[in-house]
């Protein structure tokens, strides 16, 4: 595993173990619908156990120590275009959206929900 990004960018290891390593990490994508709140923030890439290939995750804390993460291309480039905008620590919040692709196919991004 490779951390490419933290949000902040001193985070603890217990932060950086309950956002890469930690059984209780859910699926951003089981959260449509959902405004979650952003404490801490961790891009990393990591191994496919199926198929050994590289890819990068994110996963989001929330205050309440919840974690949420994804593989998903498009709410990474979407979160990061957000930050880009408001810098790191000014998107607060995000709600997750689903969109369709032109193939048919569902996909999760998100939208700037903080105040």
Known sequence: MRII????????????????????IQKMSEQRGSVIEIAAVCVYEDVDKKTGELHEVMSIMTPDGEIFA??????MGDFAAMCDMFGDTGVTAIEVITGTSKAGREYITCAYAGD
């Not at 990004?5 to 209780?24: C, V």
Request: glycine content about 0%; proline content about 8%.
């Open 5 to 24: 990004k933290t949000i902040p960018e001193e985070i603890t290891n217990k932060q950086l173990y309950n956002l890469t390593m930690s059984p209780k």
């Open 70 to 75: 994804t593989n998903s291309a498009t709410f």
